[in-house]
């Protein structure tokens, strides 16, 4: 095997927009240093499922439910 082929795999910490401070391996900055995050799972709607309302400007959801919407599968 071929030496200094892989990236430093270390500890770092990683702080939370609430503020809250976890440890795990990463390949990311060096050994001890925090990454100080803009977006987290524990905001971000993407994760905690708000604002889930569907951009329909032109019409394309509806056009589409009003020609296939009767469509259903043949049973076996």
Known sequence: MKKDTHPDYH???VQMLD??????R???GKEGQTMTLDIDPTV???W???????LDAAGQVSKFN???GGLKLAAK
Do not use: D, L
């Open 66 to 68: 009003k020609k296939f």
């Open 48 to 54: 905690t499922g708000g604002n889930q309302r569907v």
């Open 26 to 28: 990463s390949v990311w």
């Open 11 to 13: 500890m770092i910490k």
């Open 19 to 24: 503020g809250t401070v976890y440890e795990t």
């Open 44 to 46: 971000h709607p993407a």
